[in-house]
C-alpha cells in the first residue's frame, strides 16, 4: 500500500515544485530540486513530465530569450546572467533526458522521447534568441535524438516505432532525411546499430504526408518546403552506404525486406544492386527468396537478364517452405515467373511435378493452392496434359521424374504422370480432396484464382468447415463395447 | 345492424330480380346477334366470343351506368342527400303487408341490440313452457325435463277427455247418453280431474326422491365393507379354482401380439437385425466414398426401356440357404462376408468355445449371458424375472415398473442396456480379429468387468433423478469408483427415458452435455497419478454416452461440436502448446460416437483439421509432448482405418519419431519436417537392450504427463511407431505415391541401429523395412489416363410430350420472371379495360349533360313562348281597352 502510495506523492510533490518555479522564476532551488532528484535516478517518469511542462512554459514565456545584437557582447546583467544560467541549465536537462533513451524500462524510454519531442516543438515555434527565422526545427536537438535512438548498443524499435507518430508532421520526416547522410557510417557499423537503422529507414516515407502537419509552426504557413527530389538524393545517399556494410543474415532479411518495399522504386541506378541480390539468392532460407523477389523487379523494370533464375526458383521448393512465413510469397513469386506460356514445357513439367511431390507433406491449406498452381500450369502449357492423361500403356516401376536432380531441365518430368494428385484424393480433409479432383474432369477454360487462396490458414479450413452445414447427423452404429477390438487406440495405449 | 341487413336483403333481391330477367330473355332476337367472323378455323377449339350482342351489352352498360354513375354524377357537389331508407319502400316486390312485417321484424331486433342484449327481463317476459322464468326459479330442486316425459301421467288431460270435452257432444252423441251433465259441469269435472292428477304426480315424484337419497346414504356406509371384501377374494377364489378356470383365465390373460406386429421368430429378428447392419454399411460405404463414385454406382446395363427416373433392379443374388441362429446365438452356417475385399470368416468352433467360457465364468448371473437373438419369450421371462426383483428390492417406483411394462410390449425393440447386448452380426463386422490370446484377454477383462457391474447394481439404488444442474451430477459422482459412476448414468438414463416423460429428452440431452463437462473437467485436471482412474470412469461412461448420443442425436452432435469449437479456439491463441489431455479423450469420444469414415462429417472433419494443425505446429519438446502427438497419430490411424484415407500429418509425424531415435554424426545433416528439429535425437537408445524381454510394449498414459526419456520409453514408443507406421503403410498400400510417402520412413529406418532394439520390437521394424523394400521394387505404375467420355446416346425412345399445349411459344424463363411477366401482361389488360371504361362513363356523361342542356333549353323555350303569349294577351286587352275608351269618347 504505501509503496503505491509513495509515487503518487512524489509525482505530486514534483508537480507541486514546478509549479512553484513557474510562478516565481527566482527560486532556483525548486528547479535544482527536480534536477536532483532526476539526477538520482529514482522516479524518471514523473520527473521528466514535471521537466517538460518547465521547460515548454520557459520558452513560451520567453523566458530564455536572449536578444542577440550584432557585434556587441551581451550585458551581464542579472536578468542575462539568470538565462544564461537558465540557458546552461536547459541544454545539461537535455542531454539528460536523452540520456534517458538508455534507461532499461521502455516506458521511461518512450517518456522520454516525447518530452524531447514535446520541447523541440516548443523550441521550434518559440526560438531562443534571434539569429535565426521565427520559425525553425532545431537541427541540432533533432539531431541528438537521432543519434540515441541510432544506438549501437541496444535495440531501439519501439522506440523508433514511436518516433513514427511524429514522422507523420512533414518538418521532422523531412529534417530527419536531411540529417540522415550525416549520420550514416561509410565503414562497418555495428549489428545493432545497422538493425535500428533499418528499421528507421524502413519507417521513412519519400513523400510528404497528404495533411500538411507540422511539428514546429502552425499548419498555415509552412516555412518548409518538402523537396521530394531532395528526399529520394538523400535515400540514394544513405543506400549507397548501407549497401557497402557487412550485414548478418538477420539484417540482410531486414535490409532486403526495405529494399523491397520502399526503397528499390526510388533508387537511381538499381541494376547496380544486382552483385548484392546475386550474393543473397546463394543465402539459403527466405533471404533468397526476397532477392529473387528483387530480381524479379529488376527483370521486369530494368531489363535485366538472369539465365539461371528457374533452377534458382526450383531450387526453393523445398519441404520445409512450407512452415516459413515467405511460403505465399514463393507462390505469388513462382505464379509470376511461370505466368509465361513461352517457357519450355519440360521445365513446367517438373515445377508441377516437383510441387505435387511436395504436396505430398504439405499442410492442408497449401495442398489446396498447389493442386489449383498446377492446375493453372497445366492450363497454360497445354502439352503438360499428358501428365494427366497419357494413353501409354506401359507400366513402370518406379517414377521417370528425379526428384533429386537440381536442373529442372533434366529431371525427365514430361515423362512422369501427376500420380500424386491422384494420391492426394484420398487426403483426409475433404476440401483438399475435392480440390485434387480436378483431374479427373476436363480442365476449364479460366485460371483457378490463387491469390484468394495464398493467406488461407488451417484455422480459416476449420471455420469453413464448421460452416458447412448438413441436416443428416450420422452417428456409429456399432455399440463402443463392439467397436472395443477394433479401435486403435485401445491396441497402442493402455486405457 | 338493421341497415346492413336491410342492404343485404335488398342485394340479394336484386339477384333474385336478375335470374328471373335471364330466364325470361333466353330468347334472343336474332336481329341483336352479331356474329364475330373468324379468320382461321382450329378444330376442336372453344371460342369464347364467337357471337356477341352489342346493342344487349350496350344496353346494360347504360342501365348500369344510370344506376351508379348517374347517381353519382347527381350528388355531386352536393353535401347532403336525401335518402329513403324505410324498410321494403324501394323494393316493388313487396306487398303492402310485407313492409308491415318486414318493419315489425326490424323494431324487435333493435331490441336486442348490443345495449339490451344481457338486460332480459327488462321488458319482456321469458317463458319456459309457458311458464314465466321467475315462476320456474321457485322450485329449489328442478328436475330435468325427460324424467317428466317419461312418466305415463304428465299432468295433461288425457286423450279421451280431451276428445269427449273437446271435440265431443254435438247433438247425435248428447241424446245417447244418460244423465247427461251440462257443460258448466263437465268444465268443473275436468278441472278437479286435472288437479288431482296433478298431485298424485307430484306424491311419486317425492316418494321417489327420498328413495334415491336413502339408498345413496346406505351406499356409502357399505363402501369400505367392498374394498376389503375385494382385496380378500383374490386369495379366496384362488384355493377353490378349478383346471378349468385356471386354464380359462391363463388364455385370456396370455400376452398376444396384435396382428398388425405379429412375434417374429428369431430367425426373422436375426435377419432383420442383419439386413439393419448391412445396410449401415452400404450407406457407410457411400458416405465415404463422398461424391466421387456417384456415376459409378449408376447401373451400367440401360434397357431401351429406361425411362431414366433411377429405377433399376438390383441382381438378385442366389441366396437360397437362410442364415439362422441357434440360441446361443451362433451361426448355422459359416459366414463369409466380403468388406471392402477383405474377406471375413468367423468360426463358429471360437464362438463356441467362448460362450462356453463365458457360460462357466457367468452361470451365476444369467441374464447377462441372455442374447438379443434368443426367442422373445425368454426375454420377456428375463425381463419380468429381473423386474420382480426389482419390485421386490423397491416396491415404491411406479416409473420403473412403467418402464417394465413398456419393454413388455414392445419386445423387439433392442434392449436398452447396452452391457446386456451382444448381437450375433455384429461380430461379422470385425475386421481385424485380434490374435486368439488377445481376445482372450479382453473376454476375461470384460468378465472382470461385469462381475464388478454386477456388485455395482447390487450395492447402488436403482432410480436416479436427473441432475438439474451440473453441480448435482458432480456430486453423484463424486467419490464413487468407476463402474459404479457407469451403473449410476445407465440407471439415470433408464429411469428417465425419453419415452416416459415430456421433456425426458431435452433433460437427458442436457445429460450428455454435463457428462462432456465432466469428462473435461476429469482430463484437464488429471495428473499422473489420476489420469488412470480417470481413464476407468471414461471407460465405464462410455456405452451409457453411446447410449445418450443416440437417444438425442441433434444435441450430441451440437454439443460435441460446441466442445471442439471452444477448444479450438483456445488453441488458436497460442499455436505451439498442445492442448489438455481431456481434448484427445474428446477425439476418441468423437471416433466412438460418429462415422469418422465419411468424406465429410460436420464433427470429425473439424476434429481432423485440429489434428493435423497440433501434429504441424506442436513442437514435441519433451516425454509427455511427443507421446500426445503419438496419441492423435493413434487417433488419425482409427479415423482412417475404414477409410484408408491420408493423412500427411500424421505420417510424417511418425518419421519425424523415427528421425528422434537415429544417432546423429555430426557432419551431416538429415533433414526433417518441423515441429521436428534435425539435431534432436532425444530417442536414442545408448546401451544395448536387445536381450530385454519386453513384456508391455504398449503405450501409456501416464506418459503423456512425464518430461524425462528414459529407454524403457524409447524402445515402446518406437515399436510403438513403426507399429502404426506398417498400419498405416498398410491402409494406404493401394495409393499410386505410397513409396515417395514412406521414402523417408525406409530411409530413416535404414540408419537405426536396430540391433540395440530387443528381439520383438527388431522384428516389426525388419518386417516393415522388408515389406517397404518390397514395394519398391514390386511397384507398377500405369500412367494417368483421363476416363473417356461417355458418348452421349441418341435420346429417341419416346416422343415429347407437354401435357398442355397451346399455340403460344413460352420463353423459357425462370420462375420469377415468368410470374413477373404474367403480371406485366395482366396489368396492361386491366389498364385498357379501365382506360376503356374511363372513356365511356365520359361519353355516357357527356350524354346526360347534353340531354339535360336540351332539356332546360326547351323549358325556357317554352317559358319565353309562354310569357311572350302572355304579354300579347295583355296588350291585346289593353289596347282592346284603349280602343273602347276611344270608342266611348
Given at each position: 500500500?504505501?509503496?503505491?502510495?509513495?509515487?503518487?506523492?512524489?509525482?505530486?510533490?514534483?508537480?507541486?515544485?514546478?509549479?512553484?518555479?513557474?510562478?516565481?522564476?527566482?527560486?532556483?532551488?525548486?528547479?535544482?530540486?527536480?534536477?536532483h532528484?532526476?539526477?538520482?535516478?529514482?522516479?524518471?517518469?514523473?520527473?521528466?513530465?514535471?521537466?517538460?511542462?518547465?521547460?515548454?512554459?520557459?520558452?513560451?514565456?520567453?523566458?530564455?530569450?536572449?536578444?542577440?545584437?550584432?557585434?556587441?557582447?551581451l550585458?551581464?546583467?542579472?536578468?542575462?546572467?539568470?538565462?544564461?544560467?537558465?540557458?546552461?541549465?536547459?541544454?545539461?536537462?537535455?542531454?539528460?533526458?536523452?540520456?534517458?533513451?538508455?534507461?532499461?524500462?521502455?516506458?521511461?524510454?518512450?517518456?522520454?522521447?516525447?518530452?524531447?519531442?514535446?520541447?523541440?516543438?516548443?523550441?521550434?515555434?518559440?526560438?531562443?534568441?534571434?539569429?535565426?527565422?521565427?520559425?525553425?526545427?532545431?537541427?541540432?536537438?533533432?539531431?541528438?535524438?537521432?543519434?540515441?535512438?541510432?544506438?549501437?548498443?541496444?535495440?531501439?524499435?519501439?522506440?523508433?516505432?514511436?518516433?513514427?507518430?511524429?514522422?507523420?508532421?512533414?518538418?521532422?520526416?523531412?529534417?530527419?532525411?536531411?540529417?540522415?547522410?550525416?549520420?550514416?557510417?561509410?565503414?562497418?557499423?555495428?549489428?545493432?546499430?545497422?538493425?535500428n537503422?533499418?528499421?528507421?529507414?524502413?519507417?521513412?516515407?519519400?513523400?510528404?504526408?497528404?495533411?500538411?502537419?507540422?511539428?514546429?509552426?502552425?499548419?498555415?504557413?509552412?516555412?518548409?518546403?518538402?523537396?521530394?527530389?531532395?528526399?529520394?538524393?538523400?535515400?540514394?545517399?544513405?543506400?549507397?552506404?548501407?549497401?557497402h556494410?557487412?550485414?548478418?543474415?538477420?539484417?540482410?532479411?531486414?535490409?532486403?525486406?526495405?529494399?523491397?518495399?520502399?526503397?528499390?522504386?526510388?533508387?537511381?541506378?538499381?541494376?547496380?544492386?544486382?552483385?548484392?541480390?546475386?550474393?543473397?539468392?546463394?543465402?539459403?532460407?527466405?533471404?533468397?527468396?526476397?532477392?529473387?523477389?528483387?530480381?524479379?523487379?529488376?527483370?521486369?523494370?530494368?531489363?535485366?537478364?538472369?539465365?539461371?533464375?528457374?533452377?534458382?526458383?526450383?531450387?526453393?521448393?523445398?519441404?520445409?517452405?512450407?512452415?516459413?512465413?515467405?511460403?505465399?510469397?514463393?507462390?505469388?513469386?513462382?505464379?509470376?515467373?511461370?505466368?509465361?506460356t513461352?517457357?519450355?514445357?519440360?521445365?513446367?513439367?517438373?515445377?508441377?511435378?516437383?510441387?505435387?511431390?511436395?504436396?505430398?507433406?504439405?499442410?492442408?491449406?497449401?495442398?489446396?493452392?498447389?493442386?489449383?498452381?498446377?492446375?493453372?500450369?497445366?492450363?497454360?502449357?497445354?502439352?503438360?496434359?499428358?501428365?494427366?492423361?497419357?494413353?501409354d500403356?506401359?507400366?513402370?516401376?518406379?517414377?521417370?521424374?528425379?526428384?533429386?536432380?537440381?536442373?529442372?531441365?533434366?529431371?525427365?518430368?514430361?515423362?512422369s504422370?501427376?500420380?500424386?494428385?491422384?494420391?492426394?484424393?484420398?487426403?483426409?480433409?475433404?476440401?483438399?480432396?475435392?480440390?485434387?479432383?480436378?483431374?479427373?474432369?476436363?480442365?476449364?477454360?479460366?485460371?483457378?484464382?490463387?491469390?484468394?487462396?495464398?493467406?488461407?490458414?488451417?484455422?480459416?479450413?476449420?471455420?469453413?468447415?464448421?460452416?458447412?452445414?448438413?441436416?443428416?447427423?450420422?452417428?456409429h452404429?456399432?455399440?463402443?463395447?463392439?467397436?472395443?477390438?477394433?479401435?486403435?487406440?485401445?491396441?497402442?495405449?493402455?486405457? | 345492424?338493421?341497415?346492413?341487413?336491410?342492404?343485404?336483403?335488398?342485394?340479394?333481391?336484386?339477384?333474385?330480380?336478375?335470374?328471373?330477367?335471364?330466364?325470361?330473355k333466353k330468347?334472343?332476337?336474332?336481329?341483336?346477334?352479331?356474329?364475330?367472323?373468324?379468320?382461321?378455323?382450329?378444330?376442336?377449339?372453344?371460342?369464347?366470343?364467337?357471337?356477341?350482342?352489342p346493342?344487349?351489352?350496350?344496353?346494360?352498360?347504360?342501365?348500369?351506368?344510370?344506376?351508379?354513375l348517374?347517381?353519382?354524377?347527381?350528388?355531386?357537389?352536393?353535401?347532403?342527400?336525401?335518402?329513403?331508407?324505410?324498410?321494403?319502400?324501394?323494393?316493388?316486390?313487396?306487398?303492402?303487408?310485407?313492409?308491415?312485417?318486414?318493419?315489425?321484424?326490424?323494431?324487435?331486433?333493435?331490441?336486442?341490440?348490443k345495449?339490451?342484449?344481457?338486460?332480459?327481463?327488462?321488458?319482456?317476459?321469458?317463458?319456459?313452457?309457458?311458464?314465466?322464468?321467475?315462476?320456474?326459479?321457485?322450485?329449489?330442486?328442478?328436475?330435468?325435463?325427460?324424467?317428466?316425459?317419461?312418466?305415463?301421467?304428465?299432468?295433461?288431460?288425457?286423450?279421451?277427455?280431451?276428445?269427449?270435452?273437446?271435440?265431443?257432444?254435438?247433438?247425435?252423441?248428447?241424446?245417447?247418453?244418460?244423465?247427461?251433465?251440462?257443460?258448466?259441469?263437465?268444465?268443473?269435472?275436468?278441472i278437479?280431474?286435472?288437479?288431482?292428477?296433478?298431485?298424485?304426480?307430484?306424491?311419486?315424484?317425492?316418494?321417489?326422491?327420498?328413495?334415491?337419497?336413502?339408498?345413496?346414504?346406505?351406499?356409502?356406509?357399505?363402501?369400505?365393507?367392498?374394498?376389503?371384501?375385494?382385496?380378500?377374494?383374490?386369495?379366496?377364489?384362488?384355493?377353490?379354482?378349478?383346471?378349468?378356470?385356471?386354464?380359462?383365465?391363463?388364455?385370456?390373460?396370455?400376452?398376444?401380439g396384435?396382428?398388425?406386429?405379429?412375434?417374429?421368430?428369431?430367425?426373422?429378428?436375426?435377419?432383420?437385425?442383419?439386413?439393419?447392419?448391412?445396410?449401415?454399411?452400404?450407406?457407410?460405404?457411400?458416405?465415404?466414398?463422398?461424391?466421387?463414385?456417384?456415376?459409378?454406382?449408376?447401373?451400367?446395363?440401360?434397357?431401351?426401356?429406361?425411362?431414366?427416373?433411377?429405377?433399376?433392379?438390383?441382381?438378385i443374388?442366389?441366396?437360397?440357404?437362410?442364415l439362422?441362429?441357434?440360441?446361443?446365438?451362433?451361426?448355422?452356417?459359416?459366414?463369409?462376408?466380403?468388406?471392402?475385399?477383405?474377406?471375413?470368416?468367423?468360426?463358429?468352433?471360437?464362438?463356441?468355445?467362448?460362450?462356453?467360457?463365458?457360460?462357466?465364468?457367468?452361470?451365476?448371473?444369467?441374464?447377462?449371458?441372455?442374447?438379443?437373438?434368443?426367442?422373445?419369450?425368454?426375454?420377456?421371462?428375463?425381463?419380468?424375472?429381473?423386474?420382480?426383483?426389482?419390485?421386490?428390492?423397491?416396491?415404491q417406483?411406479?416409473?420403473?415398473?412403467?418402464?417394465i411394462?413398456?419393454?413388455?410390449?414392445?419386445?423387439?425393440?433392442?434392449s436398452?442396456?447396452g452391457?446386456?447386448?451382444?448381437?450375433?452380426?455384429?461380430?461379422?463386422?470385425?475386421?481385424?480379429?485380434?490374435?486368439?490370446?488377445?481376445?482372450?484377454?479382453?473376454?476375461?477383462?470384460?468378465?472382470?468387468?461385469?462381475?464388478?457391474?454386477?456388485?455395482?447394481?447390487?450395492?447402488?439404488?436403482?432410480?436416479?433423478?436427473?441432475?438439474?444442474?451440473?453441480?448435482?451430477?458432480?456430486?453423484l459422482?463424486?467419490?464413487?469408483?468407476?463402474?459404479?459412476?457407469?451403473?449410476?448414468?445407465?440407471?439415470?438414463?433408464k429411469?428417465?427415458?425419453?419415452?416416459?416423460?415430456?421433456?425426458?429428452?431435452?433433460?437427458?440431452?442436457l445429460?450428455?452435455?454435463?457428462l462432456?463437462?465432466?469428462?473435461?473437467d476429469?482430463?484437464?485436471?488429471?495428473?499422473?497419478?489420476?489420469?488412470?482412474?480417470?481413464?476407468?470412469?471414461?471407460?465405464?461412461?462410455?456405452?451409457?454416452?453411446?447410449?445418450?448420443?443416440?437417444?438425442?442425436?441433434?444435441?450430441?452432435?451440437?454439443?460435441?461440436?460446441?466442445?471442439?469449437k471452444?477448444?479450438?479456439?483456445?488453441?488458436?491463441?497460442?499455436?505451439?502448446?498442445?492442448?489438455?489431455?481431456?481434448?484427445?479423450?474428446f477425439?476418441?469420444?468423437?471416433?466412438?460416437?460418429?462415422?469418422?469414415?465419411?468424406?465429410?462429417?460436420?464433427?470429425?472433419?473439424?476434429?481432423?483439421?485440429?489434428?493435423?494443425?497440433?501434429?504441424?505446429?506442436?513442437?514435441?519438446?519433451?516425454?509427455?509432448?511427443?507421446?500426445?502427438?503419438?496419441?492423435?497419430?493413434?487417433?488419425?490411424l482409427?479415423?482412417?482405418?475404414?477409410?484408408?484415407r491420408?493423412?500427411?500429418?500424421?505420417?510424417?509425424?511418425?518419421?519425424?519419431?523415427?528421425?528422434?531415435?537415429?544417432?546423429k554424426?555430426?557432419?551431416?545433416?538429415?533433414?526433417?519436417?518441423?515441429?521436428?528439429?534435425?539435431?534432436?535425437?532425444?530417442?536414442?537408445?545408448?546401451?544395448?537392450?536387445?536381450?530385454?524381454?519386453?513384456?508391455?510394449?504398449?503405450?501409456?498414459?501416464?506418459?503423456?504427463?512425464?518430461?524425462?526419456?528414459?529407454?524403457?520409453?524409447?524402445?515402446?514408443?518406437?515399436?510403438?511407431a513403426?507399429k502404426?507406421?506398417?498400419?498405416?503403410?498398410?491402409?494406404?498400400?493401394?495409393?499410386?505415391s505410397?513409396?515417395?510417402?514412406?521414402?523417408?520412413?525406409?530411409?530413416?529406418?535404414?540408419?537405426?541401429?536396430?540391433?540395440?532394439y530387443?528381439?520383438?520390437?527388431?522384428?516389426?521394424?525388419?518386417?516393415?523395412?522388408?515389406?517397404?523394400?518390397?514395394?519398391?521394387?514390386?511397384r507398377?505404375?500405369?500412367?494417368?489416363?483421363?476416363?473417356?467420355?461417355?458418348?452421349?446416346?441418341?435420346?429417341?425412345?419416346?416422343?415429347?410430350?407437354?401435357?398442355?399445349?397451346?399455340?403460344?411459344r413460352?420463353?423459357?424463363?425462370?420462375?420469377?420472371?415468368?410470374?413477373?411477366?404474367?403480371?406485366?401482361?395482366?396489368?396492361?389488360?386491366?389498364?385498357?379495360?379501365?382506360?376503356?371504361e374511363?372513356?365511356?362513363?365520359?361519353?355516357?356523361?357527356?350524354?346526360?349533360?347534353?340531354?339535360?342542356?336540351?332539356?332546360?333549353?326547351?323549358?325556357?323555350?317554352?317559358?319565353?313562348?309562354?310569357?311572350?303569349?302572355?304579354?300579347?294577351?295583355?296588350?291585346?286587352?289593353?289596347?282592346?281597352?284603349?280602343?273602347?275608351?276611344?270608342?266611348?269618347?
Amino acid at each position: 500500500m504505501s509503496h503505491q502510495e509513495r509515487p503518487l506523492k512524489i509525482s505530486k510533490q514534483l508537480r507541486q515544485r514546478a509549479n512553484e518555479f513557474l510562478s516565481c522564476k527566482k527560486n532556483r532551488r525548486c528547479l535544482e530540486d527536480i534536477l536532483h532528484h532526476f539526477g538520482s535516478g529514482a522516479d524518471q517518469h514523473s520527473c521528466l513530465l514535471a521537466l517538460e511542462s518547465v521547460f515548454t512554459s520557459l520558452i513560451k514565456e520567453k523566458d530564455m530569450y536572449i536578444e542577440v545584437v550584432a557585434l556587441k557582447p551581451l550585458e551581464r546583467t542579472p536578468e542575462n546572467l539568470h538565462k544564461r544560467w537558465l540557458r546552461q541549465l536547459y541544454d545539461d536537462t537535455y542531454n539528460k533526458i536523452l540520456h534517458c533513451f538508455e534507461n532499461p524500462s521502455p516506458k521511461i524510454q518512450a517518456q522520454a522521447l516525447t518530452t524531447a519531442m514535446n520541447i523541440i516543438a516548443a523550441e521550434g515555434k518559440h526560438p531562443l534568441d534571434n539569429t535565426i527565422l521565427n520559425k525553425y526545427v532545431p537541427l541540432t536537438k533533432l539531431k541528438a535524438v537521432l543519434n540515441k535512438m541510432l544506438s549501437s548498443s541496444q535495440n531501439n524499435t519501439h522506440l523508433i516505432n514511436k518516433f513514427t507518430e511524429y514522422l507523420l508532421y512533414n518538418d521532422i520526416l523531412f529534417y530527419t532525411w536531411t540529417l540522415l547522410p550525416s549520420l550514416t557510417p561509410k565503414y562497418n557499423p555495428c549489428e545493432v546499430y545497422i538493425s535500428n537503422f533499418l528499421t528507421l529507414l524502413g519507417k521513412l516515407d519519400i513523400y510528404q504526408n497528404g495533411e500538411m502537419k507540422l511539428l514546429c509552426g502552425d499548419d498555415n504557413n509552412p516555412f518548409v518546403t518538402f523537396d521530394e527530389n531532395k528526399t529520394k538524393k538523400y535515400l540514394n545517399k544513405v543506400w549507397h552506404c548501407v549497401m557497402h556494410w557487412e550485414h548478418t543474415h538477420q539484417n540482410q532479411q531486414a535490409m532486403l525486406l526495405v529494399l523491397l518495399e520502399k526503397v528499390m522504386s526510388h533508387l537511381e541506378k538499381p541494376l547496380l544492386l544486382t552483385d548484392f541480390l546475386m550474393d543473397s539468392l546463394d543465402v539459403p532460407g527466405p533471404i533468397s527468396l526476397l532477392a529473387l523477389q528483387g530480381i524479379l523487379i529488376l527483370i521486369q523494370g530494368h531489363n535485366l537478364d538472369y539465365p539461371g533464375i528457374f533452377e534458382k526458383l526450383y531450387s526453393m521448393f523445398e519441404p520445409e517452405i512450407f512452415h516459413t512465413k515467405y511460403k505465399s510469397r514463393l507462390f505469388f513469386l513462382a505464379d509470376t515467373f511461370l505466368s509465361s506460356t513461352h517457357l519450355p514445357e519440360n521445365l513446367v513439367a517438373a515445377f508441377a511435378k516437383r510441387l505435387a511431390r511436395l504436396a505430398l507433406i504439405a499442410p492442408s491449406e497449401d495442398v489446396i493452392i498447389i493442386c489449383n498452381f498446377i492446375g493453372n500450369l497445366i492450363l497454360r502449357h497445354p502439352g503438360l496434359k499428358c501428365l494427366l492423361n497419357n494413353p501409354d500403356t506401359a507400366t513402370y516401376t518406379s517414377d521417370p521424374y528425379i526428384m533429386e536432380e537440381r536442373d529442372p531441365v533434366k529431371s525427365n518430368a514430361i515423362n512422369s504422370s501427376l500420380w500424386e494428385i491422384r494420391t492426394l484424393q484420398q487426403h483426409v480433409q475433404p476440401s483438399v480432396a475435392i480440390a485434387a479432383q480436378f483431374i479427373n474432369s476436363p480442365l476449364p477454360s479460366v485460371e483457378w484464382d490463387v491469390s484468394r487462396l495464398i493467406s488461407k490458414t488451417g484455422d480459416d479450413i476449420f471455420d469453413r468447415e464448421l460452416k458447412k452445414f448438413s441436416k443428416l447427423i450420422l452417428l456409429h452404429f456399432e455399440k463402443p463395447q463392439d467397436a472395443e477390438k477394433h479401435e486403435r487406440v485401445i491396441q497402442y495405449w493402455h486405457l | 345492424m338493421a341497415k346492413v341487413k336491410n342492404k343485404k336483403r335488398s342485394s340479394s333481391d336484386k339477384v333474385h330480380a336478375k335470374k328471373e330477367k335471364l330466364n325470361t330473355k333466353k330468347s334472343l332476337n336474332p336481329f341483336e346477334v352479331h356474329i364475330n367472323k373468324e379468320k382461321i378455323r382450329v378444330v376442336g377449339q372453344k371460342r369464347k366470343n364467337d357471337r356477341g350482342l352489342p346493342g344487349v351489352s350496350r344496353g346494360k352498360a347504360i342501365e348500369k351506368r344510370k344506376r351508379t354513375l348517374l347517381q353519382e354524377y347527381k350528388i355531386q357537389n352536393k353535401s347532403n342527400q336525401f335518402m329513403d331508407k324505410r324498410i321494403g319502400e324501394r323494393n316493388g316486390k313487396l306487398s303492402e303487408d310485407d313492409k308491415v312485417m318486414a318493419r315489425f321484424t326490424a323494431v324487435r331486433i333493435k331490441a336486442h341490440n348490443k345495449k339490451s342484449i344481457y338486460n332480459l327481463a327488462d321488458d319482456e317476459v321469458l317463458t319456459h313452457k309457458g311458464q314465466t322464468l321467475s315462476e320456474i326459479e321457485k322450485f329449489d330442486d328442478p328436475r330435468s325435463d325427460d324424467e317428466d316425459s317419461f312418466e305415463g301421467n304428465s299432468g295433461k288431460l288425457d286423450k279421451d277427455f280431451v276428445e269427449e270435452a273437446h271435440f265431443g257432444g254435438g247433438v247425435l252423441r248428447n241424446t245417447g247418453r244418460e244423465g247427461a251433465t251440462s257443460h258448466k259441469d263437465l268444465i268443473n269435472q275436468l278441472i278437479a280431474e286435472s288437479k288431482k292428477r296433478k298431485a298424485e304426480k307430484q306424491q311419486i315424484k317425492e316418494e321417489t326422491l327420498e328413495l334415491t337419497e336413502k339408498l345413496d346414504t346406505e351406499w356409502k356406509d357399505l363402501i369400505p365393507l367392498v374394498n376389503t371384501n375385494k382385496s380378500n377374494d383374490e386369495e379366496m377364489p384362488k384355493q377353490k379354482m378349478d383346471d378349468y378356470d385356471k386354464i380359462m383365465r391363463e388364455l385370456r390373460f396370455e400376452a398376444r401380439g396384435t396382428v398388425s406386429d405379429r412375434l417374429k421368430t428369431e430367425d426373422e429378428i436375426a435377419k432383420e437385425e442383419k439386413e439393419k447392419l448391412e445396410q449401415l454399411e452400404k450407406e457407410r460405404l457411400e458416405r465415404m466414398k463422398g461424391i466421387f463414385t456417384d456415376e459409378n454406382s449408376k447401373p451400367t446395363h440401360r434397357s431401351a426401356d429406361d425411362l431414366d427416373d433411377g429405377i433399376f433392379y438390383e441382381e438378385i443374388t442366389d441366396d437360397n440357404c437362410m442364415l439362422s441362429y441357434n440360441k446361443e446365438g451362433e451361426a448355422n452356417m459359416q459366414i463369409d462376408a466380403q468388406l471392402n475385399g477383405k474377406e471375413i470368416k468367423i468360426d463358429n468352433e471360437k464362438d463356441d468355445k467362448e460362450d462356453e467360457d463365458e457360460n462357466g465364468n457367468e452361470s451365476s448371473s444369467d441374464e447377462d449371458m441372455e442374447t438379443e437373438s434368443e426367442d422373445s419369450f425368454a426375454d420377456l421371462k428375463e425381463e419380468s424375472s429381473e423386474s420382480e426383483e426389482e419390485v421386490d428390492g423397491d416396491a415404491q417406483d411406479p416409473e420403473k415398473v412403467i418402464e417394465i411394462n413398456d419393454e413388455l410390449t414392445d419386445p423387439k425393440e433392442p434392449s436398452n442396456d447396452g452391457s446386456e447386448n451382444k448381437t450375433p452380426t455384429t461380430t461379422e463386422r470385425q475386421q481385424n480379429i485380434p490374435p486368439r490370446d488377445l481376445q482372450d484377454k479382453i473376454k476375461q477383462d470384460l468378465l472382470k468387468r461385469k462381475e464388478l457391474m454386477e456388485q455395482a447394481r447390487n450395492e447402488l439404488p436403482f432410480t436416479f433423478s436427473l441432475p438439474d444442474t451440473y453441480e448435482s451430477l458432480l456430486k453423484l459422482l463424486e467419490n464413487q469408483p468407476s463402474h459404479h459412476q457407469g451403473i449410476i448414468i445407465e440407471r439415470m438414463i433408464k429411469c428417465n427415458h425419453a419415452s416416459l416423460a415430456e421433456g425426458n429428452k431435452e433433460n437427458l440431452g442436457l445429460l450428455f452435455a454435463y457428462l462432456l463437462q465432466y469428462i473435461n473437467d476429469l482430463f484437464s485436471e488429471a495428473t499422473k497419478d489420476t489420469i488412470k482412474s480417470s481413464c476407468d470412469i471414461l471407460k465405464s461412461l462410455l456405452p451409457q454416452i453411446f447410449e445418450l448420443a443416440h437417444l438425442h442425436k441433434e444435441n450430441a452432435h451440437n454439443s460435441v461440436l460446441e466442445v471442439i469449437k471452444e477448444k479450438y479456439e483456445d488453441y488458436r491463441k497460442k499455436k505451439k502448446l498442445h492442448p489438455g489431455a481431456e481434448l484427445l479423450m474428446f477425439f476418441r469420444l468423437i471416433s466412438l460416437l460418429f462415422t469418422t469414415s465419411d468424406l465429410r462429417h460436420q464433427v470429425v472433419t473439424p476434429s481432423f483439421v485440429f489434428m493435423e494443425q497440433i501434429l504441424l505446429k506442436c513442437p514435441p519438446r519433451d516425454r509427455g509432448k511427443l507421446s500426445y502427438g503419438f496419441f492423435i497419430t493413434t487417433l488419425v490411424l482409427q479415423y482412417t482405418s475404414l477409410s484408408k484415407r491420408y493423412s500427411p500429418a500424421a505420417i510424417c509425424y511418425l518419421s519425424g519419431i523415427l528421425h528422434m531415435a537415429i544417432p546423429k554424426s555430426g557432419v551431416k545433416l538429415i533433414k526433417v519436417l518441423p515441429p521436428f528439429k534435425s539435431t534432436s535425437s532425444d530417442l536414442v537408445l545408448i546401451g544395448n537392450h536387445s536381450l530385454d524381454l519386453c513384456k508391455d510394449l504398449k503405450m501409456d498414459t501416464t506418459d503423456l504427463f512425464s518430461t524425462c526419456y528414459d529407454d524403457e520409453f524409447k524402445i515402446r514408443i518406437f515399436h510403438n511407431a513403426v507399429k502404426a507406421l506398417s498400419e498405416f503403410n498398410e491402409n494406404l498400400e493401394t495409393l499410386p505415391s505410397c513409396v515417395e510417402i514412406f521414402e523417408p520412413v525406409l530411409k530413416y529406418l535404414e540408419m537405426i541401429p536396430l540391433q540395440n532394439y530387443p528381439v520383438i520390437v527388431q522384428t516389426v521394424a525388419q518386417d516393415l523395412i522388408l515389406r517397404l523394400q518390397k514395394q519398391k521394387e514390386n511397384r507398377q505404375l500405369r500412367k494417368i489416363v483421363r476416363e473417356a467420355e461417355k458418348p452421349k446416346a441418341l435420346r429417341l425412345y419416346e416422343p415429347k410430350i407437354i401435357e398442355i399445349y397451346d399455340t403460344k411459344r413460352h420463353k423459357m424463363q425462370s420462375k420469377e420472371k415468368a410470374e413477373q411477366s404474367k403480371l406485366l401482361h395482366k396489368l396492361r389488360q386491366e389498364k385498357k379495360g379501365a382506360l376503356r371504361e374511363i372513356r365511356r362513363d365520359k361519353e355516357f356523361l357527356g350524354r346526360v349533360k347534353i340531354h339535360r342542356r336540351i332539356r332546360s333549353d326547351k323549358e325556357r323555350r317554352n317559358k319565353v313562348n309562354r310569357i311572350f303569349a302572355e304579354a300579347a294577351m295583355q296588350q291585346h286587352e289593353l289596347s282592346a281597352m284603349d280602343r273602347k275608351k276611344k270608342r266611348k269618347k
